[in-house]
């Protein structure tokens, strides 16, 4: 494969977006509003400063680390990608913003690539145990998975499953963070919503961008493996799961939040989930799944700013 050569002195900025597109941090930082909203929606107000540095701090190495494992785990994979054709720049997509895969492309090594994602782990598992020693095993619960995500490529499209699995686990720590006895039910109802939200909004549509190129390289993800109406159906259908489920985690919080915030709550699904996937089904192009994962990203991040205006006021 022929690699894309840096400057042989090339700047510490330049060098740090690369090291930040490996983690694909754009994303990463909007995800972080899922584990915000989780513990505001709980607690109904803004916990300590150590709780609230000390978690944004983990949370941020977390995600950092998690993302850039999916690409050590892909690492020939993805170079097999690139073979096929695929550019190393972004094309719209919210996840490769600044450069899809700079590993696999040559803008990165393999060994600068672990060593970065093993420095933001080590400094997540400090965080975590520090937070609540579920939290550490919440994390590495959220790596194993991560990693098995990633090597079901080829194996099974129920992969997705693991995806919506794994996308929920910084929102429940995020709750064991700040009360180490949360309600059960609670819990559940936070993470099937989550869950659900991650495989309709976010991980089929996400796939569907990439359905040629997978395609060809023999990969078993929904959109491939299930078709364009079939994928359309399971997204248009998880997304009307997600956003009743939302519902019942305003309700089954111990803060008492009035109709008002629920019904921004769910305007704000209908807006960024229900209606993109709409439009997927109707014309089940690969633009409209860009949308909808594109706009379904900002989900959690207008819900947290919901719950941040209850918890001020």
Not at 8 to 28: C, D, E, I, M, V
Not at 249 to 274: D, E, K, N, R
């Amino acid at each position: 494969m022929t690699q894309i050569r840096l400057n042989r002195y090339p700047s510490f900025y330049y060098r740090l977006k690369l090291f930040l597109a490996l983690s694909r941090t754009p994303h990463g930082l909007i995800d972080m509003a899922t584990p915000v909203f989780a513990a505001l929606i709980w607690l109904g107000h803004i916990p300590s400063f150590s709780i609230v540095f000390l978690g944004l701090l983990t949370t941020f190495a977390g995600y950092t680390a998690v993302y850039a494992l999916n690409d050590i785990v892909d690492y020939r994979q993805d170079q097999q990608t690139i073979l096929q054709g695929e550019t190393c720049p972004a094309d719209g997509d919210l996840d490769a913003i600044l450069v899809r895969h700079p590993m696999a492309c040559g803008f990165l090594s393999f060994r600068e690539g672990l060593i970065w994602t093993v420095s933001w782990a080590a400094l997540a598992i400090i965080g975590a145990y520090l937070l609540n020693p579920v939290c550490l095993w919440i994390f590495t619960a959220g790596c194993a998975l991560e990693a098995i995500y990633c090597v079901m490529w080829r194996i099974s499209h129920y992969r997705t499953l693991v995806s919506g699995a794994v996308k929920t686990l910084g929102a429940v720590a995020a709750i064991f963070a700040v009360d180490p006895h949360p309600s059960v039910v609670f819990l559940a109802a936070l993470f099937l919503c989550l869950f659900f939200w991650e495989i309709g909004g976010q991980n089929i549509p996400n796939d569907w961008t990439d359905v040629e190129t997978d395609s060809r390289l023999g990969a078993r993800t929904v959109p491939v493996w299930l078709g364009a109406h079939r994928s359309s159906m399971i997204i248009l259908g998880s997304i009307l799961v997600a956003l009743p489920l939302n519902t019942a985690v305003f309700q089954l919080s111990p803060v008492h939040y009035p109709p008002m915030y629920l019904i921004a709550a769910l305007a704000t699904g209908v807006y960024l989930l229900l209606l993109p996937a709409l439009r997927l089904c109707y014309s089940q192009s690969r633009q409209n799944a860009m949308t909808l994962f594109n706009r379904g990203s900002y989900y959690p991040l207008v819900l947290m700013g919901i719950v941040l205006i209850k918890a001020i006021l």
